[in-house]
């Protein structure tokens, strides 16, 4: 009976060695990062963007976009999130490798809806991985 155990071992193993090595840390190569702005009755965010290879960015739903990358700040962008309807700010962040550590996302201002103005500390950016 043991070389029955050993044998079932050594398949367990081998089972377990297979599926960790075909884990994935997630997506690689070029593609998009989603990231969404969030806070009560946000309209619009001024948010600066840290990160190597970022190539651009795309509004989502009723979401506008306008960035520019910032002048003397290497691979920094700043970017307008305007939405007229107000609420969550959906953007797509395009990358050269899906998989790159980051970005940092800071909140530089922020308004709320009818032309009301806010801190920064109203509104918060999570990428959804």
Do not use: W
Not at 59 to 82: F, M
């Amino acid at each position: 009976m043991r070389p029955f155990r050993s044998r079932l071992r050594v398949v367990a193993i081998a089972g377990l060695i297979v599926s960790a090595a075909s884990c994935d840390s997630g997506p690689k190569g070029p593609g998009s990062l989603l990231a969404r702005a969030t806070g009560e009755e946000l309209a619009g965010v001024l948010i600066q963007v840290e990160g190597l290879g970022i190539q651009s960015f795309s509004g989502r739903g009723t979401t506008r976009v306008y960035a520019a990358e910032t002048p003397g700040a290497a691979n920094t962008h700043r970017v307008l999130l305007i939405d007229p309807v107000g609420g969550d700010l959906g953007f797509e962040i395009f990358v050269e490798d899906r998989a790159m550590e980051g970005p940092i996302i800071t909140v530089l201002q922020a308004s709320l809806l009818n032309h009301r103005t806010a801190s920064a500390a109203v509104a918060t950016v999570a990428i959804e991985r």
